[in-house]
């Protein structure tokens, strides 16, 4: 079992910058593949990066690549998203994610076993 908190979201102008975090407790986060999803008001879920922490190794949605950026710090059993030159479109609620399946690095939200509460990020043009 793990559990997941997510913090740092909040209200910023487009261009602007967050950082979001996402505490993992329980099974050290380095056994797990670490996820962020979103989800604006009348969509679905969908898929923002990935980091298989053991690795390093991160997967991005087209829509974010060279904006956002995902990291691990182990020690800490933390995942962040570093998010830049935020745009409209980025506003949701951003999830924190666990997948105990490190083979590969899915974008399918099914395939996550774990999920934090969220985190409303809202971005103002």
């Known amino acids: 079992q793990v559990q997941l908190v997510e913090s740092g979201g909040g209200l910023v102008q487009a261009g602007g910058s967050l950082r979001l975090s996402c505490a993992a407790s329980?099974?050290?986060?380095?056994?797990?593949?670490m996820g962020w999803f979103r989800q604006a008001p009348g969509k679905e879920r969908e898929f923002v990066a990935a980091i298989r922490s053991s690795s390093g190794r991160t997967r991005y949605a087209d829509s974010v690549k060279g904006r956002f950026t995902i990291s691990g710090d182990n020690g800490k059993n933390t995942v962040y998203l570093q998010m830049n030159s935020l745009k409209s479109e980025d506003t949701a609620v951003y999830y924190c994610?666990?997948?105990?399946?490190?083979?590969?690095?899915?974008?399918?939200?099914?395939?996550?076993?774990?999920w934090g509460q969220g985190t409303q990020v809202t971005v103002s043009s």
């Open positions: 329980g099974r050290t986060f380095s056994r797990y593949v």
């Open positions: 994610a666990a997948d105990a399946e490190i083979w590969t690095i899915v974008t399918t939200e099914g395939d996550y076993d774990y």
